[in-house]
């Protein structure tokens, strides 16, 4: 069995990172225009977690300080123009996600930022292990936002809407 070459593993990260980030637009979109609830809040960062399962392969592992360094830049970095750009209006008693323009301006940057720490990477570590680290930091940036936006529900939602649904 042949191996793949790198150029196309790189050409296919990156189109998946675009493909991806065009679908957290999209259904980015759809959402404002249904009430938040605590489950819909928490279920993204619950499913992604199962991303965790590539450090099975031996080519991924990391060391745990990148992990550590790539998590921390997702939690205090790459997290905070997603919560500036997230607010919640109440509206016949529910909660709604405001709609943001600046919102898909901030994922698209963000997808920029990563595609060119990409580049930088490559260069000195594997494609999967990069792969790996941008899952973490991805991962970091997403509980980071997502604990920000339970924070703000629950100072908004009345306590008998705090139930999850």
Not at 94 to 103: D, E, G, M, P, T
Not at 129 to 148: D, E, K, P, T, Y
């Amino acid at each position: 069995m042949g191996s793949i070459n790198p150029s196309f593993l790189h050409i296919g990260s990156t189109l998946g990172a675009l493909l991806m980030a065009l679908m957290v637009i999209f259904i980015r979109l759809k959402a404002s225009d249904r009430p938040v609830t605590i489950r819909k809040i928490l279920i993204p960062p619950l499913g992604m977690s199962t991303g965790f399962m590539m450090f099975v392969v031996p080519e991924v592992r990391v060391p745990l300080w990148w992990a550590l360094a790539a998590f921390l830049a997702g939690w205090f970095i790459f997290a905070y123009p997603l919560m500036k750009t997230t607010t919640f209006h109440e509206k016949e008693g529910l909660i709604y996600a405001k709609r943001s323009k600046s919102f898909i301006l901030v994922l698209l940057g963000l997808l920029l930022v990563r595609t060119l720490l990409h580049e930088f990477i490559d260069r000195y570590i594997s494609i999967p292990q990069s792969g790996g680290l941008f899952f973490i930091l991805a991962f970091g940036m997403i509980v980071h936002w997502r604990v920000f936006m339970l924070k703000r529900y629950r100072s908004l939602a009345p306590q008998e809407a705090r139930v999850p649904q």
